[in-house]
Each structure stands twice: as structure tokens, then as C-alpha cells.
């Protein structure tokens, strides 16, 4: 019996067979078997990292004209443009995981309290995995701030179930949305995937987002592999140059497992120039460990290979939680 999709219904596309969400044509397979994890797990190297490592929580600005942000942790960052104050992936438990004892903990306090944020107006909300979409965290936001969640296909029935009074927008690749007088955000393919549990594998979409605002161009990459790099190059052809990009750096080893889903430092640094970013910041590191490279190995790749490229290090950097970034 074929499996049925308990997320989305809807036409069949290039890119969802009428049960499961695909990547772009021609890119690689991101789909693992249990026997692939094992071999994981059998050969992981042994990268410790710290229990915990210490932060020292920022209290926002209400509102901000120009563009600012600052690093709550993961791939969690408060977006402040022209007095309009977004969430990327809010995530404020303690653990990724679908689990109050078990699963990735995380090593770094919020760089920003839940109570000390400003008004937020609305949420980018990349795909389902834990450490992207929290419930209990979805639900605190929506409670205090009411705001509009803009995600892929599928993740509105998703957190309705949990949170069913969030205010949603769900779209497509390409689907466009406009989230305050003046600022829209366009949802934009990712090279990744999607589950909740072991039955739903790629039954949601996962994308990122381009944010135009304040004379602006925001791109948030959500979790994303390289691939061939052809959706990086589309979106720089598309929106034109970006003013910033939101790239991940983290959870990429080993390479053979992750490459199709996650992308390196090396390959960020190839999306900041594909999209034409005058700017980027670097994300999804430090916080969880999901995967076997060392704790600081991001931060530390993505500057040699800035180094390497002869670009000016302070044009890609690699934010801690509590970072506060402000771009002119």
C-alpha cells in the first residue's frame, strides 16, 4: 500500500511526486538508509565537545531602521529591518529533539532571552526537523507575539496541530508573500529534507527565503547542501545582488553522509558568491552537535578559506549567540 502524505495534497510537480517533496532535477540524492546511518555511527570520530559553553544574553532594541541582527543561536537570529522584527527557525529548548531527556542539548544559552525580545512581527520557519521547528517554542511565540509564520508547503498542518492558533502562510518555491507594508518575503529552493519521525520522510518542503524590505535584499538559506549550485545561481540571477546572506557553515561530516544536505564552510563561501552577497553571516554551528566535526572546526575552516580566496574576512563572518551584527 502506498504511503499517504498527512502534511499536503496537492498537484504533482517537478519537484513533489504526489506523496513525497523532491530536490531540484539533476541534484543529489539526500534519502539514507538505517544501514548508512550505522556505518555513521560505527566510524565516527570522536570530536568532544565542550558541556557548555559561556554566553552573555543581549536585550534588543524594540525596533531598528536600518538592518541589524543578532545571533540567538543555531539557525535561530532576530532579523531587524526598517522597524519590522523577524525570527529565523526559533528554537529556545534546551535539546533538538522531539524528547525532554534525549537528543542534541545544546551547549550555548540563547543569545537572546524569550522574554527580552522585542515585538516580532513575523517568523521564517525553513523545514521540520527539530532543530529547526520547536513546538514548545512555536507555541511561547505565538502566545506573546502573534505572529506570521511564512514556511514551505506542508509544515502549516504540521504546527497547527501543536499551535492551532498560529497565524500561517504556507507556499511553494517561488510563492511570494508579503509580510508588512513595504516587505515581502519570497520562499526559494533548498537542497535538503524533511521528517518529523520515521513514517514522513519528505511528506513537507524545506526551502529558504529572500526578505526585500527597506531598499534591502535578506537571503536565509535555511539547511541547504551545494549540489551543483544551480539554485544558488538562480537566486543571484533572480533577486539580483543580495545584501546579506544567512548561510549554515555547521553539522557537514563527514562528507559522504552529509555533502547532499549540508554544506561546508568552502561551499558557503561558493553560495555568498553565486548569490552575489556584498555580506554574509555564518549560522547552524556551535550551538547543537549533530554531526562529528570539532566545535570550532567552522569557524576556523571558513576563515582559511576566505584566506585562500583573498576576501576580506570581515565580509563573511562566523556569528556567536549574542553576536549583534549591523549592516549599513
Given amino acids: 500500500m502506498a504511503a499517504r502524505n498527512r502534511y499536503y495534497h496537492g498537484p504533482v510537480s517537478d519537484h513533489f511526486d504526489g506523496t513525497r517533496f523532491l530536490n531540484p532535477a539533476g541534484e543529489p540524492e539526500t534519502d539514507r538508509s538505517f544501514g548508512d546511518l550505522l556505518r555513521w555511527r560505527r566510524d565516527a570520530v570522536d570530536n568532544a565537545w ?132 513595504g516587505a515581502t518575503v519570497h520562499i526559494v529552493p533548498a537542497l535538503h529534507w524533511s521528517s518529523r519521525g520515521p513514517r514522513d520522510r519528505r511528506m513537507a518542503l524545506w526551502g529558504g527565503f529572500v526578505l526585500e524590505a527597506a531598499g534591502k535584499r535578506v537571503y536565509f538559506a535555511g539547511d541547504t547542501g551545494y549540489g551543483t549550485g544551480a539554485i544558488f545561481r538562480d537566486i543571484g540571477a533572480r533577486f539580483g545582488p543580495v545584501d546579506l546572506a544567512i548561510l549554515p557553515i555547521g553539522a557537514y561530516d563527514p562528507r559522504w553522509f552529509m555533502a547532499a544536505q549540508h554544506c561546508d564552510p568552502e561551499e558557503a563561501i561558493r553560495i555568498m558568491l553565486d548569490v552575489g552577497a556584498k555580506a554574509a553571516v555564518g549560522m547552524h554551528w556551535g550551538t547543537f552537535k549533530l554531526t562529528d566535526e570539532a566545535r570550532d572546526d567552522p569557524e576556523r575552516r571558513l576563515a582559511a578559506g576566505l584566506l585562500a580566496r583573498g576576501i576580506e574576512p570581515s565580509r563573511f563572518a562566523a556569528l556567536h549567540p549574542a553576536d549583534v551584527a549591523d549592516f549599513g
Avoid at 64 to 77: K, N, Y
Avoid at 97 to 103: D, E, H
Avoid at 165 to 176: E, L, N, T, Y
Fill in 50 to 181: 565542550p558541556s557548555a559553553v559561556g554566553v552573555a544574553p543581549v536585550v534588543p532594541d524594540a525596533r531598528v531602521d536600518g538592518l541589524r541582527l543578532t545571533m540567538v543561536g543555531h539557525a535561530t537570529l532576530l532579523i531587524q529591518i526598517g522597524g519590522l522584527n523577524l525570527l529565523t527557525d526559533p528554537v529556545w529548548s534546551d535539546r533538538a529533539s522531539p524528547l525532554a531527556f534525549a537528543g542534541p542539548k545544546r551547549v550555548t544559552a540563547p543569545g537572546v532571552e524569550l522574554d527580552a525580545l522585542p515585538p516580532i512581527d513575523a517568523i521564517l520557519l525553513s523545514h521540520n526537523h527539530y532543530d529547526h521547528l520547536d513546538m514548545a517554542t512555536l507555541a511561547k511565540l505565538v502566545a506573546r507575539h502573534d505572529p506570521l509564520i511564512v514556511t514551505p508547503l506542508g509544515n502549516d498542518r504540521i504546527i497547527h496541530r501543536r499551535v492551532p492558533k498560529a497565524r500561517i502562510v504556507a507556499g511553494d518555491w517561488g510563492d511570494h508573500f508579503d509580510v508588512a507594508p
